[in-house]
């Protein structure tokens, strides 16, 4: 019901039986390449946490490596977008970064689970797959990089090595999926606030 | 030769053929888990890296979680005598946190793959395992929030959440750990040096 009523406004195609399956089982292999890495599960865990026999899983996707890429390229996708709407979002660096700054600590405490996956699983993708990974990260960090450099040149921001700046701002976000858990002393929202004051700080604001 | 004479001024044991084994053992096993994980490797990778039968290496080391612990002890016992170290060099927070974060960092950087093993790989210890290194960690953090409580007590810091900035001033270190290289952009001690001044101006210096 609810399905037909949005095909109907939006006109979006319904989801498969297919379409739910393969959700189902990008959902089962994040939590557990989360949980045990990338080798500490096989296609076989993930089938059967998906209600699913391995030969069934297989008619979706082909390896363990194309789960992983494919939550690899959404997050690192998701990523991209947030940093680039950070830098729409405001003409002046400090509103920039700290949109930034904001999204992506944000994100990588909500999301801990998948960012835990897309950072700490990169030596697992094919090289093909971890090339395109790499150009994402890639334009992350030169935005970022941008951003301070026009502070820096408009005089708000000082710091005399631009890029090992940045690399600090960025393990801010990537380090707080490694330690924040649901339900502990801080909310998303809270260690993002933080943090923002942090940057700011570290960019000499 | 170089042995004995070792022995004859400092009066250290000799090293036996067994203390070499288990050397080369726990200098594999850290390899091994900082580039494929706990689980992307075996204990008979491990012994064959070693030049010895799996068999062999079970008369040195029962387990491969026995070598994970002792590899993750290690880490945490140098980690946790160079922040008291850092503690004890001075009497100002401002000198305490400068050498403590100087240490830090430069052990995550040079010491990378140890780092990640000891770092990433938590959750594959055993539950007994886990509280003794949780406890050092405990250590490190509780020395590193007395160092800038003091601080903001006395003035010289300034910060509305001492506990978020110290781990701020973790996540900086430890994931150094996750992107430093050997023969990249830049040495150890330059990260560490950057990361002092940042450090610095997180804690509002």
Redesign the interface.
Known sequence: MELTSKASTDAAPPQTRGDLSRERLVAMAMEAFA??????CTTRDIALAADMSPAAMYVHYQSKEELLFLISREGHEATLRQVREGLASASDPVAQLTAMVRGFVHDHAEGHVRARVT??EL??LSPEHYRVVMAMRREVEETFCAVVEAGVRSGVFST??V???V??LL??G???A??FRDGG??SAG??AE??VG?AL??V?V
């Open positions: 949980a045990k890495g990338f080798h500490g950072n700490f030596a697992n005399d090595d890029r090992m700046t690399r600090a393990s801010l990537i380090d707080t490694r330690w002393r801080s809270e260690v933080h943090y942090l700080r570290m000499g």
